[in-house]
């Protein structure tokens, strides 16, 4: 089966799998502004009082930490499933000591990637079955699934454009080649057909403060 399956979903919503808090997720390809729109909520909730943990992942804990460095910068191959069984097992500490406490607590998670990455990035971008890497980060994180998932989209030509410009060295997956990208890109917006109430699907070219506004309308009335 592929991401497109419109059969219903299994996992729980994050509110009903442990507590008050949200937990909100921001995706999409690399140089589609996900940091930047993460930093304009996490300063958006806390002027409004609100408790806010920001995560990422990988690299969320002192583990992922060390798994980051293996999937973003190991130089040489590394197999596609061994790939995706690092990104669970990030997953499934990150989730156990960083956001289901925090969820417990009444706080908003905000949070740099999730499972919906590795559904594109190792289902789509690396040919495996989408249904299994997704099956394997559900199983990772007793079923949680975000409140709010933020998809910034962007033409991977127009994501590497904005990569160039900032002069950095590439990790290995924004090294790949376009068609890795493009087949990255589908893999999310087929996600976000999937699942059009738990998605905000933003065009990434508009200005960041348009796209800020639509994300806090989005988490307002997810607030209430």
Same mark, same amino acid.
């Given at each position: 089966?592929?991401?497109?399956?419109?059969?219903?979903?299994?996992?729980?919503?994050?509110?009903?799998?442990?507590?008050?808090?949200?937990?909100?997720?921001?995706?999409?390809?690399?140089?589609?502004?996900?940091?930047?729109?993460?930093?304009?909520?996490?300063?958006?909730?806390?002027?409004?009082?609100?408790?806010?943990?920001?995560?990422?992942?990988?690299?969320?804990?002192?583990?992922?930490?060390?798994?980051?460095?293996?999937?973003?910068?190991?130089?040489?191959?590394?197999?596609?499933?061994?790939?995706?069984?690092?990104?669970?097992?990030?997953?499934?500490?990150?989730?156990?000591?960083?956001?289901?406490?925090?969820?417990?607590?009444?706080?908003?998670?905000?949070? =740099?990637?999730? $499972?919906?990455?590795?559904?594109?990035?190792?289902?789509?971008?690396? +040919? %495996? /079955? &989408?249904?299994?890497?997704?099956?394997?980060?559900?199983?990772?994180?007793?079923?949680?699934?975000?409140?709010?998932?933020?998809?910034?989209?962007?033409?991977?030509?127009?994501?590497?454009?904005?990569?160039?410009?900032?002069?950095?060295?590439?990790?290995?997956?924004?090294?790949?080649?376009?068609?890795?990208?493009?087949?990255?890109? =589908?893999?999310? $917006?087929?996600?976000?057909?999937?699942?059009?109430?738990?998605?905000? +699907? %933003? /065009? &990434?070219?508009?200005?960041?403060?348009?796209?800020?506004?639509?994300?806090?309308?989005?988490?307002?009335?997810?607030?209430?």
């Amino acid at each position: 089966m592929t991401v497109e399956d419109t059969r219903p979903l299994h996992a729980p919503r994050a509110a009903a799998a442990g507590g008050p808090g949200l937990f909100v997720t921001f995706e999409g390809g690399d140089g589609a502004g996900k940091t930047t729109q993460a930093s304009l909520l996490e300063q958006w909730v806390r002027s409004g009082g609100r408790d806010v943990v920001r995560t990422r992942e990988p690299g969320g804990t002192e583990v992922g930490v060390r798994i980051r460095d293996i999937v973003l910068h190991h130089r040489g191959h590394i197999n596609a499933r061994a790939e995706a069984l690092l990104y669970a097992a990030d997953r499934a500490h990150h989730v156990e000591t960083v956001v289901q406490p925090a969820i417990a607590r009444g706080d908003v998670v905000i949070q =740099d990637r999730y $499972l919906d990455s590795s559904v594109a990035y190792q289902g789509a971008g690396r +040919v %495996l /079955d &989408a249904d299994d890497v997704r099956a394997l980060s559900l199983w990772a994180t007793d079923g949680l699934l975000p409140d709010l998932t933020v998809l910034l989209d962007l033409d991977p030509t127009a994501a590497r454009a904005r990569l160039d410009a900032d002069d950095k060295p590439f990790d290995r997956l924004e090294a790949e080649k376009n068609e890795f990208h493009a087949r990255v890109r =589908d893999g999310f $917006l087929a996600l976000a057909r999937r699942e059009p109430e738990r998605f905000l +699907v %933003l /065009d &990434a070219t508009e200005a960041p403060e348009v796209l800020a506004a639509r994300v806090r309308d989005a988490v307002t009335a997810r607030l209430r």
